[in-house]
């Protein structure tokens, strides 16, 4: 994301009207992590999306794991996001993964859509732009033996545990 840019929002400039942040009662400030969590989110709801590159989501499905979350956990929900707010707009860098088999340009168009849409409409900044790394892949089928393996491990730790608290 350029300087320029960067200098425009803590201006003010490039912006006709008034924002609805700004009032005559007072201002709003809203932090970059809610933007990054709500841009997270939205992208996320892309079907055949997942948000952070390859090694993001690896780490974010180990700690999930030991932790016992789901992926529902504060940071997850931004990773592979990077956002720069002003108190008109704010510009958008998201990393993420795509479905194989699916187009990209279609993907990317629809998570820059949805993402725009959803940071516009629920914090009032005016989106500049948002740039799309795709820096992997993911194949569903994997995604769903892993699964089924899990729930197979959890189940035999269950029944371990009953088997040693009847002992």
């Known amino acids: 994301m ?7 929002k ?9 924002s609805p942040l700004q009032t ?3 201002s709003t400030v809203i932090q970059d992590g809610v933007v990054s969590k709500i841009a997270g989110i939205a992208a996320a709801e ?15 499905n180990i700690i ?26 704010a510009a958008l860098d998201l990393t993420c993964t ?11 168009e629809a998570v820059r859509r949805n993402v725009v849409n959803r940071v ?10 948002v740039n799309i790394t795709v820096s992997d892949i ?8 892993k699964e089924h393996q899990k729930e197979l491990q959890q189940q035999q730790n269950q029944q371990n545990q009953q088997e040693q608290r009847v002992q």
């Open 138 to 145: 993911y194949f569903p089928q994997d995604e769903q033996e």
């Open 98 to 108: 795509a479905e194989y088999g699916k187009s990209i340009p279609q993907l990317s």
């Open 46 to 60: 892309v079907d055949g999306i997942r948000m952070g590159g390859g090694a993001s989501q690896t780490m974010g």
């Open 2 to 8: 350029s300087e320029q840019r960067t200098q425009e």
């Open 64 to 89: 999930g794991s030991i932790t016992g979350g789901g992926g529902g956990g504060g940071g997850s929900q931004s990773a592979g996001v990077s956002v720069e707010v002003g108190q008109e707009e």
């Open 10 to 18: 803590s201006s003010g400039s490039g912006g006709g009207g008034k």
């Open 120 to 129: 516009e409409s629920l914090v009032g900044l005016r989106v500049t732009e």
């Open 24 to 26: 005559d009662k007072g």
